[in-house]
Structures are given as structure tokens and as C-alpha cells.
């Protein structure tokens, strides 16, 4: 029997400490998502991309795609074949190497003329940012339920 509430408060705690070490979403262009006349460099210039983390571009896909480029074709905002594109206007790529990343739109003249292109670098190491309040206070929820239940199994 002792065996068994050890075993329910190893899970349990797992899944809570799994759930704090969560990887991010970052909406590219946040609001604006992935458009015309944005400043990419500046929306990703204090935000640290980690291993894990996913990137979301939200656009109109009659507009826009995504290209993963290296750096000199996105120097030179030169595509590789059309059907490497992502195009389903809500493209979620996860950052599974460190290292920098290269993204622009290939329609028309949108990367040249109008700067819809994207470079991060993604690291592995350093401490995870701080969870946003609606993380922690749906946290905190679990964290309660949680508790309440080994209270419960020890009593």
C-alpha cells in the first residue's frame, strides 16, 4: 500500500513539474501576425528562442507563405522551389536545433520590398523566462488539486 501512494505522488508531482517546464508559442508578429511592413526584427530583438519553443505564423494564405531559408538566400530573399513552402496560414514550426533560423515570405516582392522576413538564433542552456500570470494562476489551480489529492492518499 505504501508502495502504490508512492508511486501516485511520483506521477503526480511529474506531471506538475513537466507542466511548469513548458516550451513557448510566440506568435510571430503577435497581433499582427505574419504581414506587410512589420518590423520582425524588432518583435523578436528581446525574446529568447529556445529548443522547443514553436514559432506560429498566422497569415492569409491567399497573401502569404513561409519559406525556411539559410542566410544567403535570405539575404538575398532568393526561395527554394514553391512547394517548400508552408502555406496553410497557420504554419507552427518547432525549434528543435539551436543555432539561427531563417524565414521570409516568398509571394511577390514581400520579402525584398516590404522586409516580411524573420532571422532568430535559438539556444539550448539558461534559465526558462518567467510564466505569464494565466500560466501561473492555471498552475497554481493544478498545484491545489493536486495537493489536495496527496493529502488525501497520506491521511
Known amino acids: 500500500m505504501a508502495f502504490s501512494r508512492i508511486a501516485l505522488f511520483l506521477a503526480i508531482s511529474t506531471v506538475l513539474l513537466s507542466s511548469v517546464a513548458m516550451a513557448t508559442d ?21 525574446k529568447v528562442f529556445r529548443v522547443g519553443d514553436n514559432l506560429v505564423f498566422n497569415y492569409n494564405n491567399s497573401r502569404h ?6 542566410a544567403t538566400q535570405f539575404q538575398n530573399c532568393s526561395f527554394p522551389p514553391s512547394n517548400n513552402s508552408l502555406s496553410t496560414g497557420n504554419d507552427v514550426i518547432q525549434l528543435k536545433l539551436e543555432g539561427k533560423k531563417w524565414y521570409a515570405c516568398g509571394v511577390a516582392n514581400h520579402c525584398s520590398d516590404h522586409q516580411m522576413k524573420l532571422v532568430i538564433n ?21 498545484l491545489m488539486a493536486a495537493l489536495v489529492a496527496i493529502s488525501a492518499i497520506f491521511a
Open 122 to 142: 535559438v539556444v539550448t542552456e539558461g534559465p526558462a523566462p518567467a510564466p505569464s500570470s494565466a500560466v501561473v494562476s492555471s498552475l497554481s489551480g493544478v
Open 26 to 46: 510566440y506568435n510571430v508578429g503577435d497581433q499582427s501576425g505574419w504581414t506587410l511592413d512589420f518590423n520582425y526584427t524588432q518583435w523578436a530583438q528581446d
Open 65 to 70: 507563405n513561409v519559406f525556411k531559408l539559410n
